[in-house]
Each structure stands twice: as C-alpha cells, then as structure tokens.
C-alpha cells in the first residue's frame, strides 16, 4: 500500500547499521592478510532458482563501501534465475570487495527467498482478482527490506507500521466493547486529530461482517479465519461497500480457495517469517 519507506535516506540508514555491526573498526582478517592497494574481481553466482531480489540494493552497498568499486549488472530485480546464472560482478579494492561481501549476500538471499515465495503464491491465483499481501510479521530493523522484496515478487505492500493505518484486530474490537463501538470511536479519533487515516477491521463472523457494514467508516473489510465457504458469503453481502481481505493462516495449500471465494486481498505472514532463503555466493575471479 506505501511506498513511500523506500527512500535514499533510509536505505542508506540501513547499510550503515548492517555495516558497523559487522565491521566495526575493521576488518581485521582482510587488513592482517592482504596487502593494502590490492585490487581484484568477485561476481555473485546464484546457486539456486527462483526470482532475484536485492540487486539494487546491492548496487547501493557496493557505492556506500567504496564509490571507486566497478560494477557490472548482468541481471535485475524480478529476474527469474536458476542454478549457475552471474548476477553481478565487482571489481576494485579486494578490501571494499570483502567488506561488502556478507552485507550483499545476506540481504540478497533473503529477499530473494521472499520475493520466490511471493511470486510463487500469486502466480496460483492469477485467475481471480486477488492481490497477495504482506503483514507487520516480520523481522525487527529488517522490515523495509522484506516489504521490498514482496513488491519485488508481485506482492502488494500492506501498512508499514502501526502510523500509518488503522487496523482494527480482534483484541482492539473486544476492548472497545464490539464491532460497532471500535469504528465510532476511531472515526471520532480521526475527526478530533485530522489525522489522514483509513480504517480497516478485522471480523471473525457474518454476524461482525454485518456490524462493521452498519456502522460504516471502514475501507477495508478483513474475513480472518473463516472458510471459503464464509468467505464468499461475506463477500456477497460486502459487496462493493468494501475492500475485502482474507487472513489467518493461509498458505500454497489453502490459497486457491481462499482466492476463489471472490476476496480482493490475502494477507500471508508466511512471506516474511516462513520463507526459505536463496544460496548464493561471492567468489573471486
């Protein structure tokens, strides 16, 4: 859904903690063995197969290490891939060449495993209308980079963090004392702020699909943990009132039919926290 996280600055801020917690004041194995002024050549074999995420960011890694090194691009982000391609390859200082090593690696099989995920479930549903999402399942000072790779992989961005939407969750609707009195008191919470907030609720039954309707106020309806069969029933009742989004533990097994019940979007916290990483390595030539 926002973007708008991804900026210069804060990509930046992000290999600069990556690096100081890896390098720190040096590193030392590469200053002990190998003569400074050595130059070299590395590229990145990808040792396994699905569809490559990281490559711009590897790109910026390289430049924040060292402006000087040399790289040549041989594949994109989106790329699919499979076991031997190159996906880049880097010349310059060996020095800045193995201090950018880990750093590249690290993030560039994550993503790649999660944008892989991704592509692999959307793909099982592009035959309906509904769009694959991501959640707030993920890894703490990792999340821009998770949310990246999903877009990568033809996924859609649910809200970043707990600023920019409201997202009413079961514990918020039963300490607000129901479906009803959680939508009046944050449409009164956006009218006394002027906050530029939507509003989304989560529903466990018709019967809260039905209040959430009355009370009006949401742009999103959220169906969690219902069967496809409810699904659709909501849905028909839903209708063009609402976006409509399906949740709860739903995986390459249950998808299809969650889709097929007529939802507009599947929130899968799997992409983030269940996916497998991609091997790959950075070898000198």
């Not at 039954?205 to 409810?230: C, H, W, Y």
């Not at 399906?246 to 969650?258: C, D, L, Y």
């Not at 889709?259 to 091997?279: N, R, T």
């Amino acid at each position: 859904m926002h973007y708008t996280y991804l900026t210069p600055e804060r990509i930046d801020s992000f290999i600069d903690a990556a690096l100081f917690e890896d390098v720190g004041d040096g590193d030392h194995t590469s200053l002990a063995s190998i003569p400074q002024g050595k130059m070299g050549k590395a590229q990145l074999i990808l040792k396994d197969s699905g569809i490559l995420a990281g490559i711009n960011l590897a790109k910026k890694i390289f430049e924040r290490v060292d402006p000087a090194l040399e790289l040549d691009i041989r594949m994109q982000d989106g790329d699919p891939f499979t076991f031997g391609q190159i996906a880049l390859t880097v010349s310059g200082s060996v020095h800045s060449i193995l201090v950018s090593e880990r750093l590249v690696l690290n993030t560039m099989q994550r993503m790649s495993g999660i944008a892989s995920y991704t592509h692999s479930l959307q793909s099982i549903i592009n035959h309906t209308k509904a769009k694959v999402l991501d959640t707030r399942k993920t890894t703490p000072n990792f999340r821009m980079l998770e949310k990246w790779a999903v877009l990568i992989g033809g996924g859609v961005n649910h809200r970043y963090g707990l600023f920019d939407m409201i997202l009413l969750k079961d514990n918020h609707v039963d300490y607000s004392g129901g479906v009803a009195n959680a939508l009046k008191n944050c449409k009164d919470y956006i009218n006394r702020t002027h906050k530029d907030l939507k509003i989304e609720i989560e529903t466990r039954n018709i019967q809260e699909v039905k209040e959430a309707l009355a009370e009006g106020g949401a742009f999103r309806i959220m169906l969690d943990n219902m069967s496809p069969t409810l699904m659709k029933e909501a849905v028909g009742i839903i209708g063009t009132k609402a976006e409509i989004e399906a949740s709860g533990g739903i995986n390459e097994k249950t998808i299809v039919a969650v889709a097929e019940s007529g939802v507009d979007f599947i929130s899968i916290g799997s992409l983030s926290h269940s996916y497998s990483s991609k091997d790959m390595s950075l070898k000198a030539l």
